[in-house]
């Protein structure tokens, strides 16, 4: 969506950073989301012609309608208010809740393997990095057991002495 809208702005001839009013905003937004003027105000409760008018600069938005804006498009209202952080502000991030529960989706994760995407996601990086550490020591060790067992089960099958000699 986000790369439509800046495709959108440069095909209008004004740049990346031009989005200077609100209006422009809103049009940017219906854009963004490929919706036709009515398309767009029947989700936010006004009407078509109303829509084109506020793109326009003809009428400007109510604050009831910048908060429907922002409610029903997931728009960042600082962004649509004021044009902070350009067009890639336009919308919010996911929140964390979301984005586990599409990986849950998506891999078929159970309620404990959410609480550990959603654990790590929370902590802060040096405990990551302690994690990652622990991690790396414990494959080691895992593989280094598995590589002492194979040798023993190897020495064992060659030698049918060396069974008794372990017993």
Known sequence: MQLFVLYWIHQ????????????ERIKAIRKARGMTLEEFGKEIGITKSTVGKIEKGLSGA?????????????????????????????????ALD????????????????????????????AARVSI??????LTRNVERSEAEMLAQQATTENDPNAAEIAT
């Open 98 to 125: 979301d984005l586990v529960e599409q990986l849950a989706q998506q891999y078929n994760l159970d309620y404990i393997g959410r609480e550990v995407i959603r654990t790590y996601v929370n902590m802060d990086t």
């Open 62 to 94: 109510t604050e009831q309608t910048i908060l429907s804006i922002c409610r029903v498009f997931d728009v960042n209202e600082d962004w649509l208010r004021n044009g902070t952080g350009g067009p890639d502000a336009m919308f919010n991030a996911p």
């Open 12 to 23: 209008s001839g004004r740049g990346g950073d031009n989005i200077n009013t609100i209006n």
């Open 132 to 137: 990652s550490r622990f991690v790396m020591q």
